[in-house]
C-alpha cells in the first residue's frame, strides 16, 4: 500500500510562486510514475505534470510549459510541484498522484492506482 501527503498550497497574487510537496509513504518501490492533477470547480481533474521515476523523464501539459516545474527527491520520497509566474486560471485543487507502471496516457486520472487528500491553490488577480 502506498500513501500520498500533499502540502504547500496557499493563496497568492497573480505573478506569484509556491512550491507543493507530495511525500510518499509505504510501497515506494511499487510506484513508476508519478505526476501532479488539479481540478477546478465544475471542471475534470486534469493533468498538470508527470515524471518517470527511473530517470526522472517529464512531461507538462501545455498550458503550464515554462512555469511549472515537477521534480523529485528520491531520498525523502517526495515529489514537488515549483509554480512560477501563476495566473488566476491556476486556481483549484491540486492532487499528486502514482501508479505502478507508466504508458503514454499520463494525463488520464484513471491510470493513477493511488491519490492524495489535494491541497488548495488560489492565485488572485
Known amino acids: 500500500q502506498v500513501q500520498l501527503v500533499e502540502s504547500g498550497g496557499g493563496s497568492v497574487q497573480a505573478g506569484g510562486s509556491l512550491r507543493l510537496s507530495c511525500a510518499v509513504f509505504?510501497?515506494?518501490?511499487?510506484?513508476?510514475?508519478m505526476a501532479w492533477f488539479r481540478q477546478a470547480p465544475g471542471k475534470e481533474r486534469e493533468g498538470v505534470a508527470g515524471?518517470?521515476?527511473?530517470?526522472?523523464?517529464?512531461v507538462y501539459d501545455d498550458s503550464v510549459k515554462g512555469r511549472l516545474t515537477i521534480s523529485q527527491d528520491n531520498a525523502k520520497n517526495a515529489v514537488y510541484l515549483q509554480m512560477d509566474s501563476l495566473k488566476p486560471e491556476d486556481t483549484a485543487m491540486y492532487y499528486c498522484?502514482?501508479?505502478?507502471?507508466?504508458?503514454?496516457?499520463?494525463?488520464?486520472?484513471?491510470?493513477?492506482?493511488?491519490w492524495g487528500q489535494g491541497t488548495q491553490v488560489t492565485v488572485s488577480s
Open positions: 498522484a502514482a501508479r505502478w507502471s507508466c504508458g503514454s496516457t499520463w494525463s488520464v486520472p484513471a491510470q493513477y492506482n493511488y
Open positions: 509505504g510501497y515506494t518501490e511499487s510506484i513508476n510514475c
Open positions: 515524471i518517470r521515476i527511473l530517470d526522472r523523464v517529464t
